[in-house]
């Protein structure tokens, strides 16, 4: 099972269905833009533990995401926590560029994909860090494992990925938006896979895409407390 799959796994119909309403799309639509943009999260994260200091900061930051529960969590906690990722694993411009990407395969507004990347970010790095833990993996072997994720993609959405992160990756380190401050555990409120409550993905946590903050460069991999 792919991180995608654990993914549509966990966020269940409840979950699908809070992210067509943000996207204004049925839950077929809203599936495919999940699965989009899962899959530039994580060859974004392939890319990054290509090389070995990328592999070892992003294996030492999973150890914080052991346990979270993104899928319950509030919605402001869970963007501040996207942001961050987002900010190692595209950088600023690169994650503006995905998102212009994946708004021209999937016919969603761009804002609209710029606000769920922030919201798929911590989901993917909780999975991936229970896998990690529970397989005992090392930086090498999840460097491995991220290949294989990336290999498992369709074809069609395999080809798109390839080129947008070519394009955000192919010159050199991309310029960062992130960190974002405020690194703060999950809430406890009603969260995207619950269908109740407005602490839920269908709020809008960052219009813009965007948080207050002095940004500062931080090369996509690199280690930092603000993962």
Do not use: K
Not at 67 to 73: A, C, I, L, V, W
């Amino acid at each position: 099972m792919t991180l995608t799959d654990e993914l549509l796994a966990e966020l269940g119909d409840s979950g699908l269905e809070q992210i067509a309403g943000m996207l204004g799309t049925d839950t077929t639509m809203a599936r495919d833009v999940v699965e989009a943009v899962s899959g530039v999260i994580v060859g974004g994260m392939a890319r990054n533990a290509r090389h070995p200091d990328g592999a070892d900061a992003l294996r030492a930051a999973l150890d914080d995401h052991v346990d979270t529960d993104p899928f319950t969590g509030d919605v402001a906690s869970l963007t501040r926590d996207g942001h961050s990722i987002l900010g190692h694993v595209l950088g600023g411009q690169g994650t503006e560029q995905a998102a212009d990407g994946l708004a021209r395969f999937t016919g969603v507004d761009p804002g609209l994909i710029m606000r769920l990347l922030p919201l798929v970010a911590p989901m993917i790095m909780s999975l991936l860090a229970d896998r990690a833990e529970s397989r005992g993996m090392n930086a090498g072997t999840l460097a491995d494992d991220l290949d294989r994720e990336q290999a498992a993609r369709p074809d069609e959405l395999g080809e798109l990925l390839q080129g947008l992160l070519d394009a955000v990756f192919g010159g050199g380190v991309p310029a960062q938006g992130g960190p974002y401050e405020s690194h703060s555990p999950f809430g406890t409120g009603p969260g995207i896979g619950t269908g109740t409550g407005t602490g839920t993905v269908g709020r809008r946590g960052a219009p813009d895409g965007h948080e207050e903050g002095d940004p500062h460069e931080v090369a996509p991999g690199t280690s930092n407390p603000d993962w």
